[in-house]
Structure formats: C-alpha cells, structure tokens
C-alpha cells in the first residue's frame, strides 16, 4: 500500500507580490536594469518554465538569503509556431500564436514575483524611475485566476 502525501493549506503559503512590467526592453536589458536599480543579482535560470513541450517562458531569480526572499522575473508572452492548416492561402507561410502565462494581464511584457506579501509599493516606486519602462503595477493576486501558474 503506497503513501499518500497531502499538503494543507495551513503548511502552505503561497502569498507574493506581483508586480507587471509594461516595456519594449529585451528580458537582458530589464535585468541589467532592475539590478541595478533596486541592487538585485537576477540570474537566468538553468530551466525555462515549461508549460508544454512548445510552450516555455524564460525564468530570471535570485534567492536574496539576507532578508529572505525570492526574486523571481517571468516573460509574460511566449510565441509559438503553429502546424500549416490543410487548404490554407499561404501554405508556405508559417503562423503563430502567442501564450499568455498570466492570460488576465496579456498587456503585461514581464511579471516580477517577490515571494513576501506587503512590499510591493516600495519596489514599485524604484522600478517607475527606470526612464526605460513604460510602466509598472501592482497586480492583485487574490482575485487572478491563473495564480497557480505562478506556483513552481
């Protein structure tokens, strides 16, 4: 007879901060940026985030052990290349389409997950002045219906 493992959400928590990102930098350069404006180390992650064999997003963290938290910076979009459709007008054309891992916010370029709830206006505050970003919010978690995307 095997084991069964329950995790209880009293054991649990997956409270964060979430902050979107509205900006035309590549991943790289909003990294360089966001580091040296709020002194962070994002790294690229050894693994992307992968959702299915096609659909993967860039993961960028930093474990902060100083003040305990969890940096982690996400790509919202991910474009994929879709199969040619039988009968179409442009068979040798390929086709895309985009993925959203937080599909509520498709606006949103990147998501900044800081894993410590009730810090987010602080950081917001030192983000808006990176005269690169077009702008930056706060994003409600308790009522975003794709939260268990951002669990991993």
Known sequence: MGATLK???DFYDDSFTL???????EDYALVYELNRCLGLRLKRSGTDLDVTGEISYPIFEWKDELHHRNWTLLVNACKTVQQPVLNDLFPNEPSYSMHHLVPEHKDVDYLLKIDEEEMGTDILKEI??????????????????SKHNLIF
Request: charged residues 15%; proline residues 0%.
């Open 7 to 9: 995790i209880y959400e």
């Open 128 to 145: 808006l002045t990176i005269t690169m970003l077009i702008t930056a919010n706060d994003i409600n978690t308790d009522t975003l219906k």
């Open 19 to 25: 902050l979107g990102i509205h900006t035309t930098l």
